[in-house]
């Protein structure tokens, strides 16, 4: 049974930082890429941060120079360095896994809250 276990989210204030994880479990195949996704109240979900098996990254123009995602592919785990944050990037932060031959898995969120 897959399962993609996310920690980190949290309250901030505006400027400060975080750091998001999620591992991902019960994987027999090899995972093509795996990223972060977000959802803000009254809109909808949208990527924030990629990461693929060959290191090639993609960000949302709004997170560019201010997000980093890695990638610890020998633990299956992915992580979203978060600085600068501003209340914008307020949402329910997924993480996403695409597995080769198999399609997607999510995991169950985590609440990412900045104030002003």
């Known amino acids: 049974q897959v399962q993609l276990v996310e920690s980190g989210g949290g309250l901030v204030q505006a400027g400060g930082s975080l750091r998001l994880s999620c591992t991902a479990s019960g994987i027999r195949f090899s995972i093509n890429s795996m990223g972060w996704h977000r959802q803000a109240p009254g809109k909808q979900r949208e990527l924030v941060a990629r990461?693929?098996?060959?290191?090639?990254?993609n960000y949302a123009d709004s997170v560019k120079g201010r997000f980093t995602i890695s990638r610890d592919n020998a633990k299956n785990t992915v992580y979203l360095q978060m600085n600068s944050l501003e209340p914008d990037d307020t949402g329910v932060y997924y993480c996403?896994?695409?597995?080769?031959?198999?399609?997607?898995?999510w995991g169950q969120g985590t609440q990412v809250t900045v104030s002003s």
């Open positions: 990461v693929f098996s060959d290191g090639t990254t």
């Open positions: 996403r896994a695409v597995v080769t031959n198999r399609g997607l898995y």
